[in-house]
């Protein structure tokens, strides 16, 4: 049973670059989310799909950061013009299951912005 | 709004001791679900129990069990018998009721069992 993965797992960019982060959910779920940790915190909700549909968006989540999830599959997360305050780990889980209120979490993706 | 609060830090003990985890929190939903995940250093967020609000029973599974307490709110995790492998980060969570589905979290209790 394949977990949900994410891509790359470490990026290290440049103040003001452009990132884009992949993940793929566990094949049969069709909720995904997106969370970020910070140091010594624990995941803060960033957004939420159900299929492709995006139905919920924190309001940490600024006119920076944009999510697809264009077939309801795989699911991208793009930081334009990074700032240090970016420096994270972005962590993507999905559900969708009857009856299932968990979910499961990717390995994440360590973004650096130097 | 939902909160989520692990008072305790940081935890050593030496192997072989039992160690009770705390977690309490905050929500107006009359139905809501709680959690505990464990982070390993790997990093890797790893399920370990749901609970749901209208259900007070307490769960065993192994070396871990749970005592989960809606008259004060509590959601606490108890590892009997703990072995190097439990040193970890481990959270507690909360999901509301409703159409929302997020998580929320608390800020972690850093375990570390010492051989």
């Known amino acids: 049973d394949t977990g949900v993965s994410q891509d790359p797992r470490h990026k290290i960019t440049k103040r003001g670059q452009n990132v884009t982060f992949r993940c793929d959910p566990i094949?049969?779920?069709?909720?995904l989310y997106w969370y970020r940790q910070t140091l010594g915190q624990g995941p803060e909700f960033l957004t939420y799909?159900?299929?492709?549909?995006?139905?919920?968006k924190s309001r940490l989540l600024s006119d920076r950061f944009s999510a697809e999830r264009p077939k309801g599959s795989f699911s991208t997360l793009e930081i334009q013009r990074t700032e240090q305050g970016d420096s994270a780990m972005y962590l993507c889980?999905?559900?969708?299951?009857?009856?299932?209120?968990?979910?499961?979490f990717g390995p994440g993706t360590r973004l650096t912005v130097l | 709004a939902q909160k989520v609060t692990q008072a305790q830090t940081e935890i050593s003990v030496v192997e072989k001791e039992d160690v009770t985890l705390d977690c309490v929190y905050e929500?107006?939903?009359?139905?809501?679900?709680l959690f505990w995940y464990k982070q390993p250093p790997s990093g890797e967020l790893v399920f370990l129990i749901r609970?749901?609000?209208?259900?007070?029973q307490n769960e065993i599974s192994g070396r871990y069990s749970w005592n989960f307490q809606k008259s004060t709110s509590s959601f606490n995790f108890t590892i009997t018998a703990s072995q190097v492998v439990d040193s970890a980060v481990y959270f507690c969570?909360?999901?509301?009721?409703?159409?929302?589905?997020?998580?929320?979290f608390g800020k972690g209790i850093t375990l570390s069992v010492r051989p």
């Open positions: 889980a999905s559900n969708g299951l009857a009856g299932e209120r968990e979910q499961f």
């Open positions: 094949s049969e779920h069709n909720r």
């Open positions: 799909f159900q299929n492709e549909a995006q139905l919920e």
């Open positions: 929500t107006r939903d009359t139905t809501y679900y």
């Open positions: 609970r749901n609000s209208f259900d007070e």
């Open positions: 969570a909360l999901r509301g009721g409703g159409a929302n589905s997020k998580l929320t």
